[in-house]
């Protein structure tokens, strides 16, 4: 298992926080591939505020399968930054739009928004079942809009 992680999470780096009534931020990562991705590998993606609620997500892949292999999930990165966290923290799951390119969108309405935390939170896809043919390099990279929490559903 490898983590990656994108320039837009690295710590220090402070994600714009949404402190007016109405205001969507967006926050997007995006990571170039320089290997096969492989099971169980972490992609570190962006990072949302404290105090602000998850309203979306969207997951654009390019090709990166010659086979049909690769499955994806996005989710929000553990305390340790070592994996998911729990399935009820993630934003899409068993997503396979990096076999032939793509977006797609957080599963909603099936999946709640994800409530305000007290401290800022990494968000990352997962690689659930890793590249099934040659080598593919591309990019992925995930969207989150959000809203303070006071503002938010």
Same mark, same amino acid.
């Given at each position: 298992?490898?983590v *990656?992680?994108?320039?837009?999470?690295?710590?220090?780096r402070?994600?714009v926080?949404?402190?007016?009534?109405?205001?969507?931020?967006?926050?997007?990562?995006?990571?170039? @591939?320089?290997?096969?991705?492989e099971t169980?590998?972490?992609?570190?993606?962006?990072? +949302?505020?404290?105090?602000?609620?998850?309203?979306?997500? *969207?997951?654009?892949?390019?090709?990166?399968?010659?086979?049909s292999?690769?499955?994806? @999930?996005a989710?929000?990165?553990?305390?340790?930054?070592?994996?998911?966290?729990? +399935?009820? *923290?993630?934003l899409? @799951?068993?997503? @396979?739009?990096?076999?032939?390119g793509?977006?797609?969108?957080?599963?909603?309405?099936?999946?709640p928004?994800?409530?305000?935390?007290?401290?800022?939170?990494?968000?990352? +896809?997962?690689?659930?079942?890793?590249?099934?043919?040659?080598?593919?390099?591309?990019?992925?990279?995930?969207?989150?809009? *959000?809203?303070?929490?006071?503002?938010?559903?």
């Amino acid at each position: 298992m490898t983590v *990656y992680t994108a320039a837009n999470a690295e710590d220090g780096r402070i994600p714009v926080s949404a402190s007016q009534a109405g205001i969507v931020c967006a926050n997007k990562g995006v990571f170039e @591939t320089t290997a096969s991705l492989e099971t169980d590998d972490l992609i570190i993606l962006c990072k +949302v505020p404290a105090e602000h609620t998850i309203l979306n997500a *969207y997951l654009d892949c390019d090709d990166l399968d010659s086979g049909s292999a690769l499955v994806l @999930t996005a989710g929000q990165v553990n305390a340790g930054k070592t994996a998911l966290e729990a +399935v009820a *923290y993630d934003l899409m @799951t068993d997503e @396979t739009v990096a076999q032939a390119g793509g977006r797609k969108e957080m599963d909603l309405p099936s999946q709640p928004l994800l409530g305000p935390s007290s401290s800022e939170r990494f968000f990352g +896809v997962q690689v659930d079942a890793g590249q099934g043919g040659a080598e593919k390099l591309g990019t992925i990279s995930l969207t989150i809009l *959000y809203t303070a929490q006071e503002f938010g559903v």
